[in-house]
């Protein structure tokens, strides 16, 4: 048969409030005013000075102990404002574990958090170059070019209006190899003179690492000396070994490529990695 005992030892001198102790075991209740105290707390628990715990639980929310403070599933942590609002955090629901360690400082003025890929915070810095890439805009000048009859021929672009990057050859190759990797907007323009009739075929070709990558061709003009063929393209480029080179092809003899007025030009410039 259950029994109880009900006692207040050491209340004048610790402070205890009431001790049950049956055969189910002990219970406290009451305030606690001694330098030290252990045992198990259940309910609220006011706190002046400092106290230790050696596992403090509320509820299902919190959990913290000698391996840290560990927040319930589906709860979050709020940080309130002085004046008033709160910022929010809370766990994805997601079955994995992620961990955050932080810089060892605030970092710099417009800086941001970057990760390892392990979870490894570290501030850095927008580079100035990063949205930036290389540019160019070249045209044939000084003197026509021949444009052999039924053969793929690449244009000599031999004058670089600008050329931010150093990425054309100008003089021995006459292609366009940039070096930063990502997509790049491309036009290309030759302008083919004639006398009589029209060639039956007049195209343009973006040739990527010596193949074609674009082809267009004029969609005929009708007139007796000419016709300006025109190309546009967005094309991904490697920063390393990728080039570019524009080639024309008419099957007509006696056809040359224009150079005045920036008719037969090349323009590429980068967009986006």
């Known amino acids: 048969m259950a ?39 259940t309910g609220n628990v006011t706190s002046s000075g400092v106290t230790t715990f050696t596992d403090l639980r509320v509820g299902t929310a919190v959990t913290a102990n000698s391996s840290g403070v560990q927040v319930g599933a589906g709860k979050s942590i709020r940080l309130y404002g002085a004046s008033s609002g709160y910022s929010e955090i809370i766990a994805a629901a997601g079955s994995s574990s992620t961990t955050f360690t932080l810089p060892a400082n605030g970092g710099s003025a417009s800086q941001y958090l970057q990760t390892d890929g392990s979870g490894v915070l570290s501030w850095q810095t927008v580079s100035s170059t990063e949205y930036q890439g290389p540019a160019v805009s070249v045209q044939r000048a000084t003197s026509t070019q ?23 050859d100008s003089s021995t190759n006459y292609r366009f190899t940039p070096t930063k990797a ?59 070994s990728d080039y570019l080179e524009i080639f024309a092809y008419v099957n007509r003899t006696s056809v ?18």
């Open 3 to 41: 029994s109880e005992i009900r006692v207040n030892t050491f209340k004048n001198r610790s402070g205890l409030g009431t001790v049950s102790i049956n055969d189910s075991g002990a219970s406290f209740s009451g305030v606690v005013t001694a330098s030290s105290f252990s045992g198990d707390l």
């Open 146 to 168: 021949s444009l052999t009859d039924s053969t793929w021929t690449k244009i000599q672009f031999n004058s670089e209006n600008f050329d931010t990057d150093g990425c054309f």
């Open 182 to 240: 990502g997509y790049y907007a491309v036009h290309g323009q030759v302008d083919i003179s004639y006398s009589g009739t029209e060639p039956s075929s007049q195209h343009v070709a973006l040739y990527k690492n010596g193949s074609v990558e674009k082809k267009t061709q004029s969609s005929g003009t009708g007139l007796p000396y000419g016709a300006r063929v025109n190309l546009n393209h967005l094309v991904y480029m490697n920063g390393s």
């Open 256 to 273: 040359i490529a224009t150079y005045s007025e920036n008719k037969t030009s090349f323009h590429a410039y980068w967009v986006h990695s």
